[in-house]
């Protein structure tokens, strides 16, 4: 379990990123977080890594308190995946950067190898094995940084802009990660502007405004509510849009354009 109780921090400049936010994330949920860029999105999550330590309220995981304990002691229950990927990869090749956590958390060298070997191969770098991770494009980097993380097995896995320089079949293959981890009962928290990667997975979604929370609930709601979206500067969904417009309509929205696909084409029932 995630907790935020009443969570101010303010930054040096002195902007309030975070404004009194209270919410829960039981264990095994995906959440995704939106709003427009300087809402408090990266800000909050820091948050449960310990790499912030809130200025009023308190974060707890797993009920202990953040500020009790060491980011590195945290990291092993949360593992992220930040929106740029330099500022976390430094080792000499990429075989070493996912076989580095490993190490670090004690892993029998069997099973880093095992586990180095079975990440490389999920995420298509296999073939950059030896080379640097300074050779790598910029969504390759990033599909690095979350095969360390999945190497560890950590129950807490957060996103921060995941699909920021991913095709449409990396896009789709990071997708089916998501659900894998879902099916697990890990914890998924994924940061995202890209509403259109978001809303086939259909997680929790907590709309971010101001360092505030002001829209929490299942996508099928907070996606069509329209006032809220618009006031945090977060786009409907195409599908939902789509949805919006029919004269005649099923009762929820689609979730998929084959579900639109198949009810134009007479499965009308719903």
Not at 105 to 117: G, L, S
Request: with cysteine; hydrophobic share 40%; net charge neutral.
């Amino acid at each position: 379990m995630i907790r935020f109780e009443d969570v101010v921090f303010v930054h040096q400049n002195g902007v309030r990123a975070l404004d009194g936010v209270s919410l829960d994330i039981p264990d095994g949920e995906t959440v995704a977080i939106v709003g427009e860029n300087g809402a408090g999105k990266t800000t909050l999550v820091k948050h449960v890594t310990g790499l912030l330590k809130p200025r009023e309220g308190r974060v707890l995981v797993d009920g202990v308190d953040t500020t009790s304990v060491s980011t590195a002691r945290l990291s092993r229950k949360v593992g992220v995946a930040f929106q740029n990927p330099d500022h976390q990869l430094f080792s000499e090749s990429v075989r070493e950067e996912v076989a580095f956590a490993l190490r670090n958390f004690q892993f029998p060298e069997d099973m880093i190898e095992k586990r180095v070997k079975l990440e490389l191969g999920q995420f298509g770098l296999a073939e950059y094995e030896r080379s640097s991770p300074l050779v790598l494009s910029g969504g390759e980097k990033k599909r690095l940084t979350l095969a360390c993380i999945l190497a560890w097995d950590p129950g807490i896995v957060i996103l921060d802009e995941p699909t920021v320089g991913q095709d449409a079949i990396q896009k789709e293959k990071l997708s089916e990660t998501i659900r894998m981890l879902r099916s697990q009962g890990k914890t998924v928290i994924v940061v995202s502007h890209d509403i259109e990667f978001l809303w086939p997975l259909q997680p929790r979604t907590i709309v971010m405004k101001s360092g505030k929370v002001v829209g929490d609930g299942p996508a099928k709601e907070c996606m069509l509510d329209s006032e809220v979206l618009r006031s945090a500067r977060v786009a409907q969904p195409q599908l939902v849009s789509f949805y919006r417009h029919l004269s005649e309509r099923p009762a929820d929205p689609f979730v998929d354009p084959l579900d639109a696909k198949r009810w134009l084409s007479g499965g009308r029932a719903g």
